[in-house]
């Protein structure tokens, strides 16, 4: 099993420019979730799917756009990428439980990263 | 919403037992308490997680006292490769199905030789 995987692993974009950070996982876990690393911030939370078919906001969904396009699959769009959105990029997933609200009572696997640059 | 205090940074050597306490004084009745392990250019890796009491696997233990406002990671003599950065995680739910899903700032644990 490969686990959670991320690509690509480093972009550099031009401001205003698009573009869609990929995650797969091959756990059949239900929720998936992004987020972004920043130094001396720890990690936030972007936007999370609870469950295939389901997306919701997280701690900092400005200038972002995701998409859960089946179990396996959580994508994460920049529509007009700005400087202010270079990060670290984090997939993550968990077994999750369909109707229950305690998400976080789950161990989250960690994709290997996205390095984002805009310039 | 849960938020959560933790020391920037620790050292320790390399043998001893090293204590992380994270502080989460608006823990709501169904969070849990998740402490991560990340290590340079590598995503978080889990370490243990409690509700109540003590939990304790074969990496670490938890310890969260009856109030539970605060939470303590205890990793048994440290070695050289747990030098990374440990992160305490509470999970909220703050209703109409946002749930807000918080780390903290984590602490670098340094263990020196």
């Known amino acids: 099993n490969a686990g959670v995987t991320q690509t690509p692993k480093f972009q550099v974009l031009k401001t205003g420019q698009s573009m869609t950070l990929q995650c797969a996982q091959d756990?059949?876990?239900?929720?998936m979730y992004w987020y972004r690393q920043d130094p001396g911030m720890g990690l936030r939370l972007i936007y999370y799917?609870?469950?295939?078919?389901?997306?919701d906001k997280g701690e900092v969904p400005n200038g972002y756009n995701v998409s859960r396009l089946n179990k396996r699959e959580f994508s994460l769009r920049l529509e007009s990428a700005a400087p202010s959105q270079t990060s670290v990029y984090f997939c993550?997933?968990?077994?999750?439980?369909?109707?229950?609200?305690?998400?976080?009572?789950?161990?989250?696997?960690f994709g290997p990263g996205t390095r984002l640059t805009v310039l | 919403l849960a938020k959560t205090t933790q020391p920037i940074s620790m050292d320790s050597y390399e043998g001893q037992e090293v204590n992380i306490t994270c502080s989460h004084n608006?823990?709501?009745?169904?969070?849990?308490i998740t402490w991560y392990q990340q290590f340079p250019s590598q995503g978080p890796r889990f370490i243990i997680q409690?509700?109540?009491t003590k939990v304790t696997n074969e990496v670490a233990s938890l310890f969260i006292p009856a109030d539970r406002k605060s939470s303590t990671l205890s990793l048994p003599r440290v070695s050289l490769s747990d030098t990374a950065v440990y992160y305490c995680?509470?999970?909220?739910?703050?209703?109409?199905?946002?749930?807000?899903?918080?780390f903290g700032k984590g602490t670098k644990l340094s263990v020196i030789p």
């Open positions: 799917s609870a469950s295939e078919g389901t997306t």
């Open positions: 756990m059949n876990h239900n929720s």
């Open positions: 993550a997933s968990s077994g999750g439980r369909r109707g229950q609200s305690h998400l976080a009572d789950n161990e989250q696997f």
């Open positions: 409690g509700y109540k």
């Open positions: 995680l509470v999970g909220s739910y703050s209703g109409a199905g946002s749930y807000q899903l918080t």
């Open positions: 608006n823990i709501a009745t169904n969070d849990y």
